[in-house]
């Protein structure tokens, strides 16, 4: 998998600054496959100040630019998978077209089903029809291949045993992100907080503490001793 240089990297945490960065690299190299990709992803991303008519050029920018991605490189299903996503969820005034993204999903899903992305459109479809536990073997599935993207579905698969009420499910999943992917830890204290919020919180505690405890110097870790009283 391609990755992203320290500079980049920052970039992408900086909203505003990073689409325009990218978008310089794309008007640099608009041939390179995966400048075009980069913008895809970054343009539809949140940034505050911006109109609802900026926000939408912007995602219409992001489909310009995911298709261009395929058209360049065809055979990488990580370019494929965004393009589809895309094409499902953004609106048809701005380039979705549902239909259409359904049959890449469906040929990625053929052509690439046992790299990263073809697992994936197999976990999302698994999780759809609410089957659970054949949502977690993709997420297995996925682990061995990409750690980072496994440890992302786990924490989904977690979610969606939290508005179910599986507690002993939640925990398990994010215990299995945890072990993939250290920061993951913060998916605890997301679950207490929601927990809290949902008026659980004589529930939400094991969760607070288990967060502390897989990551104590974590982003998420002053959140988790406020709530358990232990500033």
Known sequence: F???????????????????AIKRAVEDAPGFAEY????????PLPVGGL?????????????VALKKAVELAPQEPR???????????????????????????????????????GRRVAFDRAAERGDLAAAE????????????????LYLL??????????????????ESAAKLRRSSAG???????????????????PFWKR???LDPGGPKAAQARARLGTL
């Open 157 to 174: 698969a977690a979610g969606s045993h939290l508005i179910a009420g599986n507690l002993e499910g939640a925990r398990t999943d994010l």
């Open 79 to 117: 370019y494929q998978y965004a393009y589809a996503f895309f094409l499902t969820s953004a609106p048809p005034q701005d380039g979705g077209d549902l239909s259409a993204g359904k049959k890449r999903f469906d040929d990625l899903l053929d052509r690439h089903g046992d790299t990263v992305w």
């Open 2 to 20: 391609w990755k992203p240089s320290a500079e980049f990297a920052r970039f992408l945490v900086e909203g505003d600054e990073a689409y325009r």
């Open 137 to 152: 073997a993709e997420a297995a599935n996925v682990a061995n291949l990409y750690a980072l993207e496994g440890a992302r």
């Open 187 to 205: 998916g605890f204290c997301d679950a207490g907080y929601a927990l809290d919020g949902g008026g659980r919180g004589e529930l939400a505690e």
């Open 211 to 213: 967060c502390l405890e």
């Open 51 to 63: 109109n609802e008519t900026q926000l939408e050029n912007r995602l219409k920018v992001a489909g």
């Open 36 to 43: 075009q990709y980069q913008l895809g992803v970054v343009a």
